[in-house]
């Protein structure tokens, strides 16, 4: 009874510690710099900014599984500044959600999808494609890395623009004896990083945009500790190359 009873509370807490990661923005973010980050997304159900993403390939954006949602998902390029006041904000639409096959939740992890766009899109000075990891080639510990994104959610409209933040991978068994200590068990094929500065990292409308180590894309915001106990951790994207090609090759 009393067993039944801890691993309740547990299970209540650890599913509060993870809606609490959805909860903050990029906390203590630099604004980005015009003409940076030309790969930037933001993908946006039924007009309204829901998760980061970015382009990958001309007709292809990358985002995070648990950002789908019931609606109509579009997807902002070539923006830093999202208000949805501004005029010639480029708004395309998805024709196609890509979720991976195996994600259920981002407990058990896959958190990844690609969105085919409706159409194939030129690069300019504003909008480019962020280039993925070659097969193996995997981020080192300690690596500085960036994680973007506009950080703004339901209950704070007025964020709109890009931001951006530096962080450092961290070992992945350390990272797990972190996440235990919060006793939840990592899933597969995952990235960790802490925030350099104290009192910045990523949140809740931050989800679904990437980890770029070296100008290279090699994760993808998936969740995060509320208080920060342990390092935010990423999908790995060069454990799903092979998905990712067999979709883009596929053309759907
Ligand atoms: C979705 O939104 C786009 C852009 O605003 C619009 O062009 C399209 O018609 C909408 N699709 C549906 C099914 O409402
Ligand atoms: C983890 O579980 C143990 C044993 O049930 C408990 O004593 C501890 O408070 C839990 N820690 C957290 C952070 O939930």
């Known amino acids: 009874m009393s067993a039944t009873y801890s691993l309740l509370v547990s299970v209540a807490l650890i599913s509060l510690t993870l ?8 906390i203590n973010g630099k604004q980005a710099k015009k003409n940076s980050l030309q790969y930037m997304a933001s993908v946006q159900v039924d007009g309204k ?11 292809y954006v990358l985002t995070a599984a648990h950002c789908d949602q019931r609606g109509n998902m579009t997807v902002i390029l070539g923006a830093h500044n999202i208000n949805p006041d501004r005029k ?9 959600k890509h979720k991976h096959p195996h994600f259920k939740n981002v407990k058990t992890g ?17 909008v480019k494609i962020v280039k993925i990891p070659g097969k193996g080639k995997q981020v080192k510990p300690n690596s500085k890395c960036l994680v973007a994104g506009w950080g ?18 961290i070992r992945l068994t350390d990272c797990q004896m972190l996440w235990r200590k919060l006793n939840m068990t990592l899933p597969d094929n995952v990235l960790c990083a802490w925030r350099v ?10 989800s679904g945009g990437p980890l770029v180590c070296r100008g290279i894309a090699a994760g993808v915001v998936s969740f995060k500790n509320g208080p920060e106990k342990a390092p ?3 999908t790995d994207i ?12 596929g053309g759907a």
């Open 19 to 26: 809606t609490g990661t959805y909860g903050a923005d990029i």
């Open 88 to 96: 010639n904000l480029r708004r395309y639409t998805v024709q196609n």
């Open 152 to 169: 703004q959610t339901e209950r704070n409209d007025e964020v709109n623009d890009l931001l951006f933040t530096e962080v450092s991978t």
């Open 232 to 234: 935010s951790i990423y």
């Open 110 to 126: 896959s958190d990844i999808m690609l969105l085919k766009l409706s159409q194939k899109l030129k690069t300019s000075k504003d």
């Open 238 to 249: 060069v454990k799903y190359k092979q998905w990712i090609e067999n979709v883009i090759n």
């Open 197 to 206: 500065k104290t009192k910045s990292g990523v949140g809740k409308g931050d």
């Open 49 to 59: 900014h829901k998760c980061g993403g970015f382009l990958i390939d001309p007709s």
